[in-house]
C-alpha cells in the first residue's frame, strides 16, 4: 500500500519508465484489489468476490506478461486461487508453514543422492546442509564426484 501511494503521489517524476509507468501502476492496482478483497471476505468468497478476485489476478498476470516480466511460481499460484476460491474459501484462512523455505534445500540434497543410498543420504546430508545455511556457509549443495 506503501509503495502504490508514493507511486500515485510522484508518478509524474518517475519519467525514466517512459510507456511502463502507467503499466506498472495499474498492475499495483490489481495487486491492492486482491488484497481489499481478501480483507473484505476473511471466511468465505462470495460469487462476486470471485469474479472480481479473478479478474484482477487476471489483470495483473496480463500486465506482467505485456511487459515482459519472466512468470514467477507465486504468479501461477495466484491464478490457481482466483479458479479455487469459490470452493476453498478466503485466501485469508491459508497459511504456509515457518520453515517451508527448507524445500528447496531439501530438494537440493535429494538431487545429490544416489538412488541406491537416496534415503540414508538425505538423512545423513539435510541436518548438516541446514546447519551450513544457518552459519551463512552455503546456500546449495552439490553432488559430490564419484569416488570422493
Not at 2 to 12: K, S, V
Not at 27 to 40: D, E, S
Not at 93 to 104: I, K, M, Q, V
Not at 125 to 135: C, G, M, S, T, Y
Amino acid at each position: 500500500m506503501f509503495c502504490l501511494g508514493i507511486c500515485r503521489a510522484y508518478f509524474h517524476r518517475f519519467r525514466n519508465l517512459g510507456a511502463d509507468g502507467p503499466h506498472i501502476l495499474n498492475a499495483g492496482k490489481h495487486l491492492m484489489n486482491l488484497l481489499t478483497l481478501i480483507r473484505a471476505n476473511p471466511k468465505g468468497f462470495p460469487a462476486a468476490a470471485v469474479q472480481a478476485f479473478h479478474r484482477s489476478a487476471k489483470g495483473y498476470l496480463d500486465i506482467m506478461n505485456y511487459l515482459r516480466q519472466a512468470p514467477k511460481p507465486k504468479d501461477h499460484m495466484l491464478m490457481e486461487l482466483s479458479v479455487r476460491s469459490r470452493f476453498l474459501g478466503s485466501p485469508a484462512l491459508y497459511g504456509c508453514w515457518h520453515d517451508e523455505a527448507l524445500n528447496r534445500l531439501l530438494r537440493d540434497v535429494a538431487a545429490g543422492a544416489h538412488g541406491t543410498v537416496h534415503e540414508r543420504r538425505i538423512l545423513l546430508e539435510f541436518p548438516r546442509a541446514h546447519d551450513n545455511v544457518l552459519v551463512g556457509r552455503t546456500t546449495s549443495i552439490r553432488k559430490r564426484p564419484r569416488g570422493a
